[in-house]
T-cell receptor
Framework: AAGVIQSPRHLIKEKRETATLKCYPIPRHDTVYWYQQGPGQDPQFLISFYEKMQSDKGSIPDRFSAQQFSDYHSELNMSSLELGDSALYFC?????????????FGPGTRLTVT | AQKVTQAQTEISVVEKEDVTLDCVYETRDTTYYLFWYKQPPSGELVFLIRRNSFDEQNEISGRYSWNFQKSTSSFNFTITASQVVDSAVYFCALSEALYNFNKFYFGSGTKLNVKP
């Protein structure tokens, strides 16, 4: 069965650079969630999209932005990167809103900021 | 306030021992979902179980079992006859059904070390 795809899997950037993480949800899933997991921490919710509209927002820095496209894939754009942005970024997808408890997580993108 | 509490930061056991990972949650919703995920050193989140708030029946899957008690807001996870391959960080998570788009609240995780 198709799973959530995230690219790239690993990314190394320098301070003040920008990064773009991509997420391709499971086919027919219309909701995407982004989570950030710092070293030794639990995943923290950043933002979610349903039908290309932002549906919820968590502790996402103003330097970050995200969107969901017409094909339901999502991109997380991160600017002015800081050392503290080094983390594992998970994308999850689910079906229509009411079944959003069935979230499927991607393998994650490991971002290292040097 | 933390919605999901995993008080055990790290547990070390010897192979073949039984181990229980504790999870206590907090919610005002009557409908919610509880999850356990395993995160091996490679980093991916491996789904183990999902439970809804109306189903308090305990579940057993091989060496894994889960004890859900609404009266104490706990959803504990037991590994019987632990193996070295069980070594990982285990996360308990909560999803509330009040809204349609339900983010997950994760506990801080319990690192399990199983020694041969």
């Amino acid at each position: 069965a198709a799973g959530v795809i995230q690219s790239p899997r690993h990314l190394i950037k320098e301070k003040r650079e920008t990064a773009t993480l991509k997420c391709y949800p499971i086919p027919r899933h219309d909701t995407v969630y982004w989570y950030q997991q710092g070293p030794g921490q639990d995943p923290q919710f950043l933002i979610s999209f349903y039908e290309k509209m932002q549906s919820d927002k968590g502790s996402i820095p103003d330097r970050f932005s995200a969107q969901q496209f017409s094909d339901y894939h999502s991109e997380l754009n991160m600017s002015s990167l800081e050392l503290g942005d080094s983390a594992l970024y998970f994308c999850a997808s689910s079906g229509a809103g009411r079944s959003s408890y069935e979230q499927y997580f991607g393998p994650g993108t490991r971002l290292t900021v040097t | 306030a933390q919605k999901v509490t995993q008080a055990q930061t790290e547990i070390s056991v010897v192979e073949k021992e039984d181990v229980t990972l504790d999870c206590v949650y907090e919610t005002r919703d009557t409908t919610y979902y509880l999850f356990w995920y395993k995160q091996p050193p490679s980093g991916e989140l491996v789904f183990l179980i999902r439970r809804n708030s109306f189903d308090e029946q305990n579940e057993i899957s091989g060496r894994y079992s889960w004890n859900f008690q609404k009266s104490t807001s706990s959803f504990n996870f037991t590994i019987t006859a632990s193996q070295v391959v069980d070594s990982a960080v285990y996360f308990c998570a909560l999803s509330e059904a009040l809204y349609n788009f339900n983010k997950f609240y994760f506990g801080s995780g319990t690192k399990l070390n199983v020694k041969p």
